[in-house]
Nanobody, 125 residues
Framework: QLKLVESGGGLVQPGGSLRLSCAAS????????IGWFRQASGKEREEVSC????????MYADSVKGRFTISRDNAKNTVYLQMNSLKPEDTAVYYC??????????????????WGQGTQVTVSW
């Protein structure tokens, strides 16, 4: 059974950094596109970043470009999201999600079928 588990969230001051991890089990990560998404309180879930199955192609939302970096280690079945220069508006629950590379179309929440439980990121003094 396909399972995704996020970790690495927490409380950080503005300007700080966090690295989120998304550990996959029950399937071979090599064949899947992975996305990071977030949902702030009272708002809709939105895309943050996506990475192709090989890691050779990435996409970032304009709001995080230049600050966040997505990467993957298929040998460890894990995808990472390095978040630098964090801002209060980055506060949200962060989710990772997977979709077979054969089915991938767009880096949007509706395009992904398997989701983790989420990890809270809070950026505040």
């Amino acid at each position: 059974q396909l399972k995704l588990v996020e970790s690495g969230g927490g409380l950080v001051q503005p300007g700080g950094s966090l690295r989120l991890s998304c550990a996959a089990s029950g399937f071979i990560l090599d064949f899947y596109v992975i996305g990071w998404f977030r949902q702030a309180s009272g708002k809709e879930r939105e895309e943050v970043s996506c990475i192709s199955s090989s890691g050779g192609s990435t996409m970032y939302a304009d709001s995080v470009k230049g600050r966040f970096t997505i990467s993957r280690d298929n040998a460890k079945n894990t995808v990472y999201l390095q978040m630098n220069s964090l801002k209060p508006e980055d506060t949200a629950v962060y989710y990772c999600a997977a979709i077979s590379r054969a089915l991938f179309r767009l880096c949007v929440p509706g395009g992904f079928g398997s989701w983790g439980q989420g990890t809270q990121v809070t950026v505040s003094w």
